[in-house]
């Protein structure tokens, strides 16, 4: 299995920044894509910035401009740099990643994991 522990999450004020990270740990696995995704009270989780292997970040349009993800594949970890900072990024903030687990020389398919949530709460 595989386990995704977030960190960095806190109480900020507007205009400020928090730097978010996700390391996975487990069992031997592959990762496709890590990113984060958040959702608000009263709201839809929504991807917030995602980053496949050997490809491109994807932000959401609200985010562009002031988030940027990034890897370290050696240390199976994913970042959230948020700058500019308002409270409507208030949110709990979620790891995500698909990973497919590697048993002997077998690669399963890959299997969606979430972090259990870092809380984001942007005061104005």
């Known amino acids: 299995q595989v386990q995704l522990v977030e960190s960095g999450g806190g109480l900020v004020q507007s205009g400020g920044s928090l730097r978010l990270a996700c390391v996975a740990s487990g069992s031997t696995f592959s990762i496709y894509t890590m990113g984060w995704y958040r959702q608000a009270p009263g709201k839809l989780r929504e991807l917030v910035a995602g980053l496949p292997t050997g490809g491109s970040a994807k932000y959401a349009d609200s985010v562009k401009g002031r988030f940027t993800v990034s890897r370290d594949d050696a240390k199976k970890t994913v970042y959230l740099q948020m700058n500019g900072l308002g409270p409507e990024d208030t949110a709990v903030y979620y790891c995500?990643?698909?990973?497919?687990?590697?048993?002997?020389?077998?690669?399963?398919?890959?299997?969606?994991?979430w972090g259990q949530g870092t809380q984001v709460t942007v005061s104005s």
């Open positions: 995500h990643a698909e990973i497919g687990l590697v048993v002997g020389d077998i690669a399963e398919p890959a299997r969606t994991y």
